[in-house]
């Protein structure tokens, strides 16, 4: 009997270390994300909101982070490892001929998802640097013209309420102290549009204005799964909970998690 109760105890400490085991092994790490980020400018203190509010979010959702604080090192090779690259308030200028051909490269494979949050959209000729067509036309054929140096408030409306990226958010949120860039034309006719500010609802209200105004698309012409977000200056936007559930989902459905 002594020798049936010990095996029937080293039986079951054996399921429960090898349950336990298993358990480990399901939370480890099943994406892995790239962020390019700002590390300096107007933008910093947005960065500097950002980096602690998406490591909690990779530890909660089993992923890791890798920063990079420019594109040098961007190429095949490296993007490979990545399930989704975050564009983090970076524009689309000052890339290497290699690290463009490698993000279009990314972008038609399928094989990871791209977040693009604010400065991506920062399209024309900068800095010495011409604009990279490509880039425009993945963002919907745009080119930046303007925005509002002084900033404003503004509601932002939700057009796609069924939409994975949208899901748990308000109708309408929100954002303070933002930018708003105008670009030459919408966008709207070559981009899937999940949401646009009311430009009516400015505070203080400003001429800088383009109408038909859109803030958050998806281009699904490209197989990886894309997602741009225009807000990202203030750090209080991780204080808005409808902003920071918008970017956890963004970035969980350029992951295929949802």
């Known amino acids: 009997m002594k020798n ?12 429960l270390f090898q ?16 962020v390019l980020y700002e590390n300096g400018g107007h933008h910093l203190a947005y960065t500097k909101a950002a980096k602690p509010w998406l490591n909690k979010l990779a530890i ?20 490979k490892q990545y399930q989704v690259f975050i564009q983090l308030d970076y524009p689309p200028y000052t890339w290497s001929e290699e690290s463009m051909q490698a993000f279009q490269k990314y972008m038609n494979s399928g094989k990871g998802g791209w977040v693009g949050l604010h400065h991506a959209t920062l399209l024309g000729e900068f800095d010495g640097y011409p604009m990279w067509k490509w880039f425009s036309d993945f963002m919907g054929g745009i080119k930046f013209v303007n925005y509002i140096p002084d900033f404003a408030n503004g509601k932002v409306t939700i057009e796609d309420k069924s939409h994975p990226v949208t899901k748990g958010i308000p109708t309408d949120f929100l954002i303070k102290k933002e930018e708003w860039y105008i670009y030459d034309k919408s966008p709207r006719q070559n981009v899937h549009i999940l949401a646009s500010v009311d430009e009516s609802t400015y505070d203080p209200d400003s001429k800088i204005k383009m109408g038909d105004h859109p803030v958050v698309w998806t281009n699904n012409h490209f197989a990886s799964r894309n997602i741009y977000i225009f807000m990202g200056h203030s750090p209080e936007l991780f204080e808005n909970e409808a902003y920071t559930t918008l970017l956890k989902n963004a970035i969980f459905w350029v992951m295929k998690r949802n």
């Open 4 to 15: 049936s109760i010990i095996i029937i105890t080293l039986f079951l400490t054996t399921f």
């Open 19 to 34: 349950t336990n085991c298993g358990a480990q092994k399901s939370k480890k790490t099943r994406f892995k994300a790239l």
């Open 60 to 79: 909660g959702g089993s992923f890791t982070i890798d920063y990079i604080e420019n594109t040098k090192t961007i190429n095949e090779k490296l993007l």
